[in-house]
């Protein structure tokens, strides 16, 4: 195992560090202090070949510009929050209105976007980078001084570890997640439509016309929204159903996880032949086809696009506040596992 350590940039007067890890069978990833970004993974092809599979840039200034939420934590609370407030206790919390009229992502200055401290803890077989953060009591309208923990652990079985931990000295809400954009093609030659996927899933969440969930789970079955057997994602795409639509031609929709089989979930590129299996603790995943992604601006180069990257956000079910509560002193813990072949 290997680790290089280099400033990425500098923010508000702080050094950014970035951290790449590289493991002993060609597998190698970079993540950065802003966010707990991961800003690459690269993962040899079926002929050996190293390439980059997530969408992500090389200066700061493009993320804080740009990014779409590119390879970031998010929390305090991931996804929507309808009208943009909360109730605990009989008091209301209101967040900031950053997606209409509601809250996404926890606002713009979300855990995404703060630098985090971060130390490094190194084994024979695995590299781990401690990203912490003290979350105030009222940052972002949330109540608790929360104590935040995000652990990237790469191995040299070929994982991604993620686990999170947090604790608050007041009763809050906590739902973490990342957000990275997974393009298995390598340097984004391709969209993912042509990826194929395999989610353990039979109902998701049924979103409003401002992608709010109703409370309605909507069976997969005879849908374009069922993934329990493989097929490519452009099924799931190029579809007639109205919630197809409402979230601009996809998918971005959470799905409740049965964790019948293992993995969750599978992507594979049989082009590249690249394959990622997700295994996660978290009940649900949001699966978005990258439909909002705007031909706006550069990634390394290649222009962006509409679906060159699709996400798959593990976390507890987004706007349902009696899943994310997290009681005074109690321990938030969560993982996931990014197995990449
Ligand atoms: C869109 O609705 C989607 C979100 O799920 C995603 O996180 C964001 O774009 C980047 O708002």
Not at 57 to 82: H, K
Request: proline letters at 4%.
């Amino acid at each position: 195992m290997k680790l290089t350590e280099r400033i990425f940039g500098e923010l508000n007067g702080r050094k950014v560090k970035a951290y790449t890890i590289e493991n002993e069978r060609g597998l190698d990833i970079t993540a950065i202090e802003y966010g707990c970004t991961i800003t690459e993974i690269k993962v040899p092809d079926l002929n050996g070949k190293k390439e980059n599979i997530v969408l992500g840039f090389d200066t700061l200034e493009e993320y804080i510009q740009y990014s779409p939420y590119f390879g970031c934590v998010i929390g305090r609370n991931a996804g929507r929050l309808g009208q943009a407030t909360f109730e605990m206790d009989g008091i209301p919390y209101q967040l900031e209105k950053n997606d209409g009229e509601n809250n996404l992502h926890s606002g713009s200055n979300g855990f995404h976007h703060v630098i985090w401290n971060s130390v490094i803890e190194q084994k024979e077989d695995e590299i781990s980078i401690l990203f912490s953060y003290m979350s105030r009591d009222g940052e972002e309208g949330f109540p608790g001084n929360l104590d935040v923990k995000v652990v990237y652990t790469l191995t040299n079985d070929n994982e991604l570890i993620i686990s999170y931990h947090a604790k608050s000295d007041k009763r809050t809400i906590v739902n973490l997640t990342n957000h990275s954009y997974f393009n298995l093609s390598g340097n984004l030659k391709k969209t993912i439509l042509n990826h194929e996927l395999t989610i353990d899933s039979e109902g998701f969440l049924e979103l409003d016309d401002t992608l709010i969930p109703t409370g309605k789970i909507i069976p997969v079955e005879g849908t374009s929204f069922d993934f329990r057997s493989s097929h490519p994602v452009i099924q799931g795409i190029m579809s007639e159903h109205p919630q197809t639509k409402i979230v601009g031609g996809g998918i971005d929709h959470p799905y409740l996880l049965k964790h019948q089989h293992s993995p969750d979930i599978i992507l594979l590129d049989k082009e590249s032949g690249r394959k990622l299996e997700i295994e996660t603790e978290e009940p649900a995943v949001v699966f978005y086809t990258g439909n909002m992604l705007e031909n706006t601006f550069a990634i390394r180069g290649k222009q962006s696009e509409k679906h060159l990257g699709l996400c798959l956000e593990t976390q507890k079910l987004p706007n349902q506040i009696q899943d994310i509560r997290l009681e005074k002193d109690q321990a938030y813990t969560s993982k996931t596992k990014y197995l990449f072949s």
